[in-house]
């Protein structure tokens, strides 16, 4: 990696914005997760992400130009904590959507049976990470690996599509044995629950997902696994 770049005026431009809708994006799901933690940091919880993240990046940069993997993990980081806020809210919101509705369909009622049992916390965790994936894709694409690639845009995609579905595997499975298993005790609620799941899924996958991005989908000629 060329290490002349770190930390430019657009890694910045593109940190603070990450920062500021990680902060945007924790602020209903803590208040969702933690009611009371939530008011007591709600203002400021915004502000401290949208400096948190460049202030951040100029220590990864620092540390990078000595260490040239350092700086895009950074970046991958920052995105891939962006990511799980992002399924998280989208999951949040599907469960709000579903206390909302006349069925008030619980996270753990059935929806179908395929072998196993089928929760709807299933069917609501995929449809969140399909959202998720999608914000990966630009911000790694354009930001975290940001060089142009001379593969064919269907090349790209084929690849992206199959390294994110053994991490959408991955994630799912992790989230939902984490549910299946504890939703039951700790005196939290099932959509507690679902959301601590959520969050234990999608750590589980960054490892693989960094590897596959970076070598598969977005790889350098010069980089080799």
Request: aromatic share 16%; no cysteine; hydrophobic share 55%.
């Amino acid at each position: 990696m060329n290490t002349e770049h770190l930390g430019s005026k657009r890694d910045y431009i593109f940190g603070t914005a990450a920062g500021f809708l990680i902060g945007l994006l924790l602020m209903p799901i803590l208040q969702t997760a933690k009611p009371a933690l939530f008011e007591s940091l709600k203002f400021i919880i915004l502000p401290i992400f949208t400096a948190l993240v460049p202030i951040g990046l100029v220590v990864a940069s620092w540390i990078g130009r000595r260490f040239a993997i350092i700086w895009q993990l950074a970046k991958f980081i920052v995105i891939g904590v962006l990511n799980t806020l992002v399924d998280l809210g989208a999951l949040a919101f599907m469960f709000s959507l579903a206390s909302l509705t006349g069925a008030a369909i619980a996270s753990s009622d059935i929806l179908l049976t395929f072998f196993v049992p089928i929760t709807f916390f299933i069917l609501y965790k995929s449809i969140s990470f399909i959202i998720a994936n999608i914000n990966s894709y630009f911000w790694n694409k354009y930001w975290t690996f940001g060089t142009e690639n001379s593969k064919k845009t269907s090349t790209e995609f084929t690849q992206f599509f199959l390294v994110s579905l053994i991490g959408f595997v991955i994630n799912v499975s992790a989230s939902s044995l984490i549910f299946s298993f504890f939703h039951k005790i700790g005196g939290l609620t099932a959509d507690q629950w679902g959301l601590i799941g959520a969050a234990v899924g999608s750590i589980s996958g960054l490892a693989w997902n960094f590897i596959g991005y970076k070598f598969i989908v977005f790889k350098k000629p010069e980089e080799t696994v």
